[in-house]
């Protein structure tokens, strides 16, 4: 069976005693759930304070960005060695912000990707279709050729550490979550491309659903066959609603 994820990306939310009081709440909030992995990710001059403050706590530390290079002149980038030392566990690469903001391409997330398994940090890759693309009915074909460029440079070996988190633009900080029918549609399409390229490593995959996921949503989310969990922004600053949507995938 496959372990649920429930990860908070806290965006450019949360100063670092914000990070660490969320912390501290969650962690209460949390006590007696012990079969879901939860992940937080808060911005980067807060994750070492993030480390402390979850220091013997089952949650685990992500970053929301890295750079593929080890060292070099690339100012403004934080690197994989870098954030192993401050004890991120994740990191979440391949973000439609980042996609469409920063104009990452599926070949610069495969580097991240590479580099960040090598480096011994799992990476949540994310893929999503933008309104348009759905209404032009080409979720499906956007989301495979995502998938294939953003694994074209990670070792078939690595595969299974990999977890994919599914968020269509649409969704993101909309209050417009895809019907639970919907993304299971898409990650079940996720997973038997993942199969075809993979075999059986795919049927072990975390596939995370993200997009305007609450506390009232959460559950019937979590049923889906297919939905492993989910990467949350806006109702994750909230420690309570980000507990409560724990929960939903906890009692799935
Ligand atoms: P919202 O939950 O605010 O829609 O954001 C989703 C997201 O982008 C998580 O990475």
Redesign the pocket.
């Known amino acids: 069976m496959r372990r649920p994820i429930v990860a908070a990306?806290f965006k450019m939310h949360l100063t670092g005693p914000e990070v660490v009081a969320h912390a501290e709440a969650l962690v209460a909030a949390l006590a007696g759930v012990d079969d879901v992995e939860v992940v937080v990710a808060p911005p980067f001059p807060a994750l070492e304070r993030a480390a402390r403050a979850l220091e013997g706590s089952p949650v685990r530390l992500a970053a929301q960005n890295v750079h593929a290079e080890p060292r070099g002149a690339f100012t403004g980038e934080v690197s994989v060695e870098m954030l192993a030392e401050v004890g991120c566990r994740y990191t979440i690469v391949g973000?439609s912000e980042r996609r469409a903001l920063f104009r990452e391409t599926d070949a610069e997330v495969s580097a991240k990707a590479a580099a960040l398994l090598a480096g011994g940090i799992r990476p949540i890759l994310?893929l999503g279709e933008s309104l348009a693309q759905r209404e032009a009915d080409q979720t499906r074909t956007v989301v495979a050729a995502q998938l294939e460029g953003s694994l074209a440079g990670v070792p078939g070996d690595r595969i299974p550490e990999l977890v994919i988190?599914y968020?269509p633009v649409w969704?993101?900080?909309t209050g417009r979550t895809a019907t639970p029918e919907l993304a299971q549609e898409v990650h079940a399409a996720i997973r038997e491309q993942l199969e075809r390229s993979h075999g059986a490593a795919a049927a072990g995959i975390r596939i995370l659903y993200?997009?305007?996921?609450k506390p009232d949503n959460a559950a019937e989310l979590m049923a889906q066959a297919d939905i492993d969990g989910a990467?949350?922004?806006?109702?994750s600053l909230d420690p309570a609603s980000f507990a409560s949507i724990v929960r939903a995938a906890s009692s799935r």
């Open positions: 990306n973000h994310c988190a968020e969704a993101i900080g993200g997009g305007s996921v990467l949350v922004g806006g109702a």
